[in-house]
Nanobody, 120 residues
Framework: QVQLVESGGGLVQPGGSLRLSCAAS????????LGWFRQAPGKEREFVGN????????YWADSKEGRFTISRDYARNTVFLKMTDLRPEDTAIYYC?????????????WGQGTQVTVSS
């Protein structure tokens, strides 16, 4: 059974940076994608981006690439989301998820989420 555990959220001022981590366990192969989506109060779930585990190829929601970076630690089964120039509209719960392929709209598994609050 796949388990995804996020960490690294918190309160940050506008313009600041955060790095979120997601530790994955229970993965039985390397043929998958790990990434992030977020959900703000009263809003729809929003895809952020993901990374193909086998080769590190990344895939993004149009508006996220540039300020956000996804990377992975292959040996530790951990994926990271580095966010810079954070804005109040980035405030949300950020979830790590697993998908079959980068552009898939379907999350197969996800974690409990980590809260990111951008406020002065």
């Amino acid at each position: 059974q796949v388990q995804l555990v996020e960490s690294g959220g918190g309160l940050v001022q506008p313009g600041g940076s955060l790095r979120l981590s997601c530790a994955a366990s229970g993965l039985t192969s390397r043929d998958y994608v790990l990434g992030w989506f977020r959900q703000a109060p009263g809003k729809e779930r929003e895809f952020v981006g993901n990374i193909r585990w086998s080769d590190g190829e990344t895939y993004w929601a149009d508006s996220k690439e540039g300020r956000f970076t996804i990377s992975r630690d292959y040996a530790r089964n951990t994926v990271f989301l580095k966010m810079t120039d954070l804005r109040p509209e980035d405030t949300a719960i950020y979830y790590c998820d697993k998908r079959y392929f980068c552009s898939s709209p379907v999350s197969l598994s996800w974690g409990q989420g980590t809260q990111v609050t951008v406020s002065s």
